[in-house]
């Protein structure tokens, strides 16, 4: 909403002189631009055709619309450590609307590709000098997106280009499976979960060994040993 894009355009200003680099995905495609929202002077938008970023000895190279001809408009310096942004899905070749080559992107001459699209951290070598990264999102925000979350970070020193994952995230979504073989009968288990104690009486006061009787809707009678 609007209210979220001013807050967030609020950050980045109150943020500078850090500069922000943005490519837009799938998801919000052109809202930002389109919006007639004032972008901050230290917010770095990525266009639809490729736009070039110089910092030091790195230059960021990104594209926000994918197709065949992608691979061949590129223009970079062999000699510059070169970092791809773009939001897709890694492939064999480049292909409308969101298909990324490997094997062309190994004819050029790129240090690191930063991608989005996946919403958890994978790495995949492309040659000795390029790999791919899904640095994923800072924060799990449901069950379909478990496991470890943070950031890329890299680093770069003379000809050395690294980056690393850190982990971020204030809390860490899991999917936990239970075995429910001796249930009470079949396909019957019985979950007691709320974030209020006081809807469960003396739930919270149970200890290792006290009986639990439960009377379902049906009026069946189970008593369970905790």
Known sequence: GVRTLETVMGIIENSAPTLFFYLPGNHEKNRLTA???????NLKIFGESWTYY??????L???SKIDAALPRTLTLNPERKNIL????????KFASPDKIGARELADLPIDYVALGHYHSYSETKITERTRAVYCGTPEGRGFDECGEKGFSLITVEGNRLESEFVPFAQRKLCEIYVDITDSVSVNDIIIAAHNYKSHFGTLNKLIIGDEVEFIDAYGKHSVFTV
């Open 35 to 41: 919006s007639g929202a004032t972008i901050p002077e």
């Open 54 to 59: 110089e910092l030091a000895d790195v230059t």
């Open 61 to 63: 190279a990104g594209c």
């Open 85 to 92: 942004v773009l939001h897709g899905e890694l492939s064999d």
